[in-house]
C-alpha cells in the first residue's frame, strides 16, 4: 500500500514539540535580530557564526537528507553580498561540538531543528528587509533560502517524521539529537559572542 499523508500531528512530532519547547524559546530569546541596537554590522557577526555552525553539520547530515536542502551555499553568497571574500570565509571559525548524527533517528531530530528554522525566516526576512534593507541578493537570502518552496519542504519533513518507526527508543533518539542540535547552536553562538 502505498504511504499517505496523515492530517493529524505524528506522535514522533509532538514529542519532538514538547521535548524542544524550553530549549527553543530559550534561543528565540537571545537571538538579536529585534534588538535597538542589533546593525548590518551586527547582522553579518551573526551571518558569519551561522556559517561556521551550518557548514559543519550540513557535512555530517550529508547522507541522510535531500542535496536540495542543503544551505551553505546560500550562507556563502550572503557573506560575499556583506562584503567578505571568499579568503576570509575560508577561515571562518567552524563549529567541532555538534550534534551526534548516527543513524536516520538521530538525522530526523537533527533535521526538525535546522528545517524549523528554516521556516521561522520567514518573519525574519521581512523584519530585515525593513530594518537593515537587506534582501535575498544584498545578504539575506539564507532567511528565504527556499524561497515559494518553503511550505513544501516544511511538509515533506513532516511526512518523514511520520512515516518514522515509531518505536520509544527511535522517538528518543530523535528529540535527543534535536535538543542536542539547539544547545550545541546556543553554546557555538554565545562563543562566538552574538548572542544576547
Same mark, same amino acid.
Request: aromatic letters at 8%.
Given at each position: 500500500?502505498?504511504?499517505?499523508?496523515?492530517?493529524?500531528?505524528?506522535?514522533?512530532?509532538?514529542?519532538?514539540?514538547?521535548?524542544?519547547?524550553?530549549?527553543?524559546?530559550?534561543?528565540?530569546?537571545?537571538?538579536?535580530?529585534?534588538?535597538?541596537?542589533?546593525?548590518?554590522?551586527?547582522?553579518?557577526?551573526?551571518?558569519?557564526?551561522?556559517?561556521?555552525?551550518?557548514?559543519?553539520?550540513?557535512?555530517?547530515?550529508?547522507?541522510?537528507?535531500?542535496?536540495?536542502?542543503?544551505?551553505?551555499?546560500?550562507?556563502?553568497?550572503?557573506? &560575499?553580498?556583506? %562584503?567578505?571574500?571568499? =579568503? *576570509?570565509?575560508? @577561515?571562518?571559525?567552524?563549529?567541532? $561540538?555538534?550534534?551526534?548524527?548516527?543513524?536516520?533517528?538521530?538525522?530526523?531530530?537533527?533535521?526538525?531543528?535546522?528545517?524549523?528554522?528554516?521556516?521561522?525566516?520567514?518573519?525574519?526576512?521581512?523584519?530585515?528587509?525593513?530594518?537593515?534593507?537587506?534582501?535575498?541578493?544584498?545578504?539575506?537570502?539564507?532567511?528565504?533560502?527556499?524561497?515559494?518552496?518553503?511550505?513544501?519542504?516544511?511538509?515533506?519533513?513532516?511526512?518523514? &517524521?511520520?512515516? %518514522?518507526?515509531?518505536? =520509544? *527508543?527511535?522517538? @528518543?533518539?530523535?528529540?535527543?539529537? $534535536?535538543?542536542?542540535?539547539?544547545?550545541?547552536?546556543?553554546?557555538?553562538?554565545?562563543?562566538?559572542?552574538?548572542?544576547?
Amino acid at each position: 500500500m502505498p504511504a499517505t499523508v496523515s492530517h493529524h500531528t505524528s506522535p514522533l512530532l509532538l514529542a519532538l514539540r514538547q521535548g524542544t519547547h524550553t530549549c527553543h524559546k530559550r534561543l528565540e530569546a537571545r537571538l538579536p535580530f529585534f534588538s535597538a541596537d542589533f546593525d548590518r554590522a551586527a547582522y553579518r557577526r551573526l551571518m558569519q557564526a551561522y556559517f561556521g555552525f551550518h557548514a559543519p553539520l550540513e557535512a555530517l547530515l550529508g547522507a541522510y537528507q535531500e542535496c536540495e536542502r542543503v544551505k551553505t551555499p546560500t550562507l556563502v553568497a550572503d557573506l &560575499l553580498a556583506l %562584503a567578505m571574500t571568499r =579568503a *576570509e570565509i575560508d @577561515t571562518l571559525p567552524l563549529c567541532q $561540538a555538534l550534534p551526534q548524527i548516527s543513524d536516520q533517528a538521530s538525522a530526523l531530530g537533527v533535521m526538525y531543528v535546522v528545517e524549523g528554522s528554516t521556516l521561522g525566516g520567514q518573519v525574519l526576512k521581512r523584519a530585515m528587509s525593513e530594518r537593515l534593507a537587506l534582501g535575498a541578493d544584498s545578504g539575506a537570502g539564507f532567511l528565504d533560502v527556499y524561497g515559494p518552496l518553503t511550505g513544501a519542504r516544511w511538509r515533506s519533513l513532516l511526512e518523514r &517524521l511520520e512515516q %518514522a518507526p515509531s518505536g =520509544a *527508543e527511535d522517538q @528518543t533518539r530523535t528529540v535527543q539529537a $534535536a535538543i542536542a542540535t539547539f544547545e550545541c547552536f546556543e553554546q557555538w553562538l554565545a562563543q562566538q559572542g552574538v548572542l544576547r
